[in-house]
């Protein structure tokens, strides 16, 4: 078992703590540059959210949105995605995005890291030593059935 938990950096006593049952770790199912990638935390404009694996679920990628204040799984979702298959992953807006390819000339060429900052509108990345930021525009698409 887990404990995913609530440190502020001024008193680094824990304020909060969560056992996210069956996720793996040590290395267990990373991203697919390897590191101690097994669990993520981040947060975007609909929440908290861990993102990880399980043994059960064979490595694939399991979101659970968290409650904020007690970090209590409120829903978890399978996503079917082998996270070994995933460079790194992020949410926006309630929705997991994950890489698996960059379609740029990645300048430092191994980013660790990627996560977004809702109130920036961009993904912070870390890459090879240097933090790297890439602005995010989002657009609405309107489905139609005509």
């Known amino acids: 078992m887990l404990f ?4 502020p950096l001024r008193s680094r006593t824990v304020l909060l703590q969560r056992s996210l049952s069956g996720a793996g770790y040590n290395n267990t199912f990373p991203y ?3 590191g101690s990638s097994d669990i993520d935390l981040m947060a975007d404009e609909m929440g908290l959210w861990a993102v990880y694996t399980s043994i059960p679920n064979a490595g694939n990628i399991l979101v659970s949105r968290l409650d904020a204040n007690t970090l209590e799984v409120i829903r978890s979702w399978d ?3 082998p996270k070994r298959s995933a460079g790194e992953a992020f949410m926006i807006c309630g929705t997991l ?3 698996t390819d960059i379609p740029f000339h990645n300048q ?3 980013i660790s890291m990627m996560d977004y900052n809702p109130r920036e509108r961009a993904l912070f990345t870390w890459n090879n030593g240097h933090q790297v930021l890439y602005n995010v525009t989002l657009f609405h698409v ?3 059935d005509g």
């Open 79 to 81: 996503t079917g995605f």
């Open 32 to 34: 697919s540059w390897g």
């Open 97 to 99: 995005y994950e890489y």
């Open 4 to 7: 995913c938990g609530a440190v």
């Open 108 to 110: 430092y060429s191994h």
């Open 142 to 144: 309107i489905h139609s």
